[in-house]
C-alpha cells in the first residue's frame, strides 16, 4: 500500500499548524513567545491548551497522558494517567487540566539521583518542556517535560541541556554582535544522531541470557565468517529487514521525526538509521523515540534490535554519530564559510573557538561518552580511539597554517590569507575519501562527534559541546568587547587560537599505533577506561566551567559522578553474575556430559578389542578436561573477585576494582569457554553460537 506521507507525517503530534487550527489566537501567540523565549504560560493560557490537546487526543483514540521524562538511567521514564474525572454523578468525563499538563508529580524516589533527593526532597516533580511538541503513542498523550526537585536542582538530562543550549545562545550571541550581526535573536545548537544497531532473530536472542541481561555476549568463539569480506556495508537489506525498516519509518514519521536514510552497516546483521537534523532537545527527544521504537518494532517482526555498544566481540560495534552545529534564528550556520571576508572571520573565529574548547576540555568530551560498553568500542579495530582530536581536512588546515605564520596559501594560487580581508575557499561538504577515524571531524559545515556508544543518551555529549564552546566564545568576547582596533586584536586572537590549540588537529589515521604515541608527545589525553575518565568530570576546572554557566551545579555534578561510577559497577557486577551463572548452568553441564560421552566410548572400545584405537577420543578427552580443570580454576577466581569487591566502601575505587579485577577475571575465564566452543560438540553445546547469531535473520 502507497504511504501518503503527506498525511501521516507527524500526524500524532501536538505541532505548530494543529495548535494554530485549534487554540484562540491570542492563546497561540502566548503559547508561541513561551515557546520560542522560554518565558512563564500563565495557567489560564495553559489550561485552554490543555483542553484543546485534550480533545484532539482523544480525536486520536488517546484515553491516557504522560508526563514523559529523561532520568539520569540513560532511558526514558513515565507515569500513565487516565484523562477520566468523575462527575459526581457516578458516570465520568474526559478532563485535562492546564496545572496537569505543566507539572506532574511522579513518585520517583527510586530514579538515581546519587543522593540529591535524599538530602533536599524525597519527591521530585515534572515541568513541561514547551520547546517540544507532544505526540500520541501507545493512544497516550505525551508530554515531554524535565524533571527536577523540589530545590529546583535537575535529576534529568534534558534540564542541563535546556541550559547549556541558553548558555551557547547567550555567548554566541555576545560574538555575533561585535560582527555586527543584530537582527539574529537566537543561537541554537542542532544536532544530526546516526544511530547504529543489530538486528537479531528473536529465537536466538531466547537462548542468550548474556544478550538478555546484560546487552552483549559474554561468550563466543569467532565464526569462520565475520565481516571480513565486507560484503554487508551498503549491500542489499533483507527482506525480513527492509520491512522491519518500512514500518520504523512509518512509525518514526508520525511522531514527526525525519527518519531519512537506512543501510547496512560493516558487520553483518548491522544497520544504521539517520533522521534530518534538528535542534539539539528535540533531537534528543527525537533519539529516544527512535531507540524505544527500533525495540519495538522489531519485536513485531519477530527481531530483537539490540543498542548495546559491543554485542559481540571482534566485530564491529555500534556507535553514534552526533552531527552538531550552531545557527542563528535567521538560518545562518554559524560553521559554514560565508562569501565576504567579514563573514570568513566571523566563521574562522566560531571555528578556532570549536578547536579551543575540544582542546581545553578533552577530558570532559571523554566522560560525556564513557561507560562500561563503550569501553568495548572506543581504541577497538573501528571505532575512534579514546584519545580526542581534531579533523579539519587538508584544505582547511592548510589555511589556518597559512592564517598562524603569515604565509602564502598554495590552494587559491598562492594568496596571503588575511583575516577579514580575503574569501575562504567552499569546502566539499561530502567528500567521500573523509577521514572516518577521528572521533570529532568537521564536515564542510558541522563537526561530527564520532565517540559515542549506541546505546547512549546523546544529551550527555550535547551538554558538553554546548557547554564548552559557549565557555571559549564568552573568552572571546570578553577580549574582543574591550578591544579599540577590532580587526586587528581579532586577527590577533585567531592566530594565538590557531598556535595554542593546533595539537588536537590530526588529519591521519586514528586507529594507527602510531597515533597513540604522537597524542602522548602532544600532550593529549588517552583515558582509556571509564574509571579512569570519570574524575575529569569533578576536576576544579570543569566544575568550574559548569558552575560558570549555570549548566551544572557543584552538587548537581557530583551527584551525577557519583551515579556514573554506581552505573559502571553495576554493569560489570550483572555481567559477571550473568557469565557465573551461565557457565555453571550451561557450559559445565555441556562440557561433562560431551566428556562423559567420550570417556564412555573409549571404555567401550577398549572393551571390544584392545586393538580398537581411540586415539582421537582421548586426546580429545584429554584436551577437554585440561580446559575443564582451568575452567573451575578461573570460574572460582571470578566468584571471589566479584565477593571481594563488594566489601569497597569509595565509589571510585570500587568502579576501579570492578575494571580491573572483576572484569579481567571475566576476560580469562572468557577465553577458556571459547575454546571450549569450538571443542565440545553442537549437539552438546546448547548456546546459540555467533555464526548462528550473526546469520540468524534470513
Ligand atoms: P554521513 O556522515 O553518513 O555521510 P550525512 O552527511 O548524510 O551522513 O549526514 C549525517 C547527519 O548529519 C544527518 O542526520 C544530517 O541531517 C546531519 N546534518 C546535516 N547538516 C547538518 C547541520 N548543519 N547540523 C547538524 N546536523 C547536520
Ligand atoms: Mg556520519
Known sequence: MAVNIKEIFGSMVFNDPVMKERLPKDIY????????????????????????????????????????????????????????????????????????????????????????????????????????????????????????????????????????????????????????????????????????????????????PDLIYCGRTLFGARPPKGQEMEDHYFGAIKQRVSAFMRELDEELWKLGIYAKTEHNEVAPAQHELAPIYSESNIATDHNQLVMELMKKVALKHDLVCLLHEKPFAGVNGSGKHINWSISTDTGINLLEPGDTPFENAQFLLF?????????????????????????????ANEAPPAIVSVFLGEELTEILTALENDTLYAGKGKTLMEIGATVLPHFPKDTTDRNRTSPFAFTGNKFEFRMLGSAFSIAGPIIVLNTIVADVLGQFADILENSTDFKADLSKLIKKTITDHKRIIFNGNGY?????????????????????????????????????????????????????????????????????????????????????ELAELVLRKKSISSDLPVGLEEDLLNR??????????????????????????????????????????????????????????????????????LNSVV
Not at 574548547?357 to 568495548?376: E, K, T, W
Not at 602510531?514 to 566544575?543: D, H, I, Y
Open 512 to 596: 594507527d599505533a602510531a597515533w597513540v604515541k604522537e597524542a602522548e608527545q602532544r600532550g593529549l589525553s588517552n583515558l582509556k577506561t571509564t574509571p579512569e575518565a570519570l574524575p575529569a568530570f569533578v576536576a576544579p576546572k570543569s566544575v568550574e566551567m559548569f558552575t560558570r554557566h549555570n549548566v551544572f551545579s557543584e552538587h548537581e555534578i557530583h551527584s551525577r559522578y557519583d551515579i556514573l561510577l554506581e552505573n559502571y559497577s553495576k554493569t560489570i557486577n550483572i555481567e559477571a553474575l550473568t557469565m557465573i551463572d551461565m557457565v555453571n548452568k550451561q557450559v559445565i553441564p555441556a562440557v561433562l556430559d560431551y566428556q562423559r
Open 351 to 379: 571555528l578556532v573557538a570549536v578547536i579551543k574548547a575540544i582542546d581545553d576540555y578533552q577530558d570532559l568530551l571523554r566522560v560525556s561518552v564513557a561507560s562500561a560498553g563503550n569501553d568495548h568500542r572506543l581504541g
Open 29 to 208: 501567540k502566548a503559547l508561541k513567545k513561551t515557546m520560542k523565549n522560554g518565558t512563564h504560560l500563565e495557567l489560564d493560557v495553559a489550561n485552554v491548551v490543555a483542553s484543546a490537546m485534550k480533545d484532539w487526543a482523544i480525536e486520536k483514540g488517546a484515553t491516557h497522558f504522560t508526563h514523559w521524562f529523561q532520568p539520569m538511567t540513560g532511558v526514558t521514564a513515565e507515569k500513565h494517567d487516565s484523562f477520566i474525572v468523575p462527575d459526581g454523578e457516578g458516570c465520568a468525563i474526559m478532563e485535562f487540566s492546564g496545572k496537569a499538563l505543566v507539572k506532574g508529580e511522579p513518585d520517583a524516589s527510586s530514579f538515581p539521583s546519587g543522593g540529591l533527593r535524599s538530602t533536599f526532597e524525597a519527591r521530585g516533580y515534572t515541568a513541561w518542556d514547551p520547546t517540544s511538541y507532544a505526540f500520541i503513542k501507545d493512544k497516550t498523550l505525551y508530554i515531554p517535560t524535565a524533571f527536577c526537585s523540589y530545590s529546583g536542582e535537575a535529576l534529568d538530562k534534558k534540564t542541563p541541556l535546556l541550559r547549556s543550549m541558553q548558555a551557547l545562545n547567550k555567548q554566541a550571541l555576545r560574538v555575533l554582535k561585535l560582527f555586527g550581526v543584530t537582527d539574529a535573536k537566537r543561537v541554537v545548537s542542532s544536532v544530526g544522531p546516526e544511530q547504529e544497531y543489530f538486528l537479531i532473530d528473536r529465537s536466538v536472542y531466547l537462548k542468550r
Open 624 to 693: 577437554i578436561a585440561k580446559l575443564s580443570e582451568c575452567l573451575k580454576n578461573r570460574l572460582d577466581n571470578l566468584s571471589q573477585q566479584t565477593i571481594a569487591v563488594r566489601e569497597i566502601k569509595d565509589n571510585l575505587e570500587m568502579a576501579k576494582a570492578y575494571r580491573e579485577k572483576v572484569f579481567m577475571a571475566m576476560s580469562e575465564l572468557r577465553m577458556i569457554v571459547d575454546e571450549l566452543e569450538t571443542l565440545v560438540s553442537s549437539k552438546h553445546w546448547n548456546i546459540p553460537t555467533y555464526a548462528e547469531i
